[in-house]
């Protein structure tokens, strides 16, 4: 082996374990999770997260998904309300679900 290639191959061991120490996968496999994971599996997501509206689609279709006390759900479908790009079918579905939960006001 040359010098060169010798230099070479110590160098891109070098470059991988820096990598690997550095919090490089760690953003990585955050920004998979986040993308990938929950979007394809929206109940695993928080109503409190900033990404909630996902979760809207599923609730709507399921009023059973809403949050188990009123004043959350009401919560959950004003950000739906206001978040979330509802078809008009949703939309009235929405609205419904809001007349029919204790003491939640359209928004």
């Known amino acids: 082996m040359s010098r060169a290639r010798t230099a070479a191959l110590i160098a891109v ?15 990585v496999g ?6 990938i994971y929950q979007g394809m599996f929206p109940s ?31 919560e959950a479908m004003w950000l739906c309300a206001n978040e979330a790009v509802l078809t008009p079918a949703q939309h009235d579905r929405l609205y419904s679900q809001i007349h029919r939960t204790p003491d939640c006001q359209e928004p």
């Open 44 to 74: 695993t997501i928080s109503w409190d997260a900033k990404n909630a509206f996902a979760k809207c689609y599923g609730a709507i279709a399921d009023p059973r998904t809403w949050p188990a006390q009123p004043n959350a759900a009401c």
């Open 13 to 27: 061991a070098i470059v991988c374990v820096l990598v690997a120490a550095s919090p490089l996968p760690n953003f």
């Open 30 to 35: 955050l920004l998979l999770y986040v993308g």
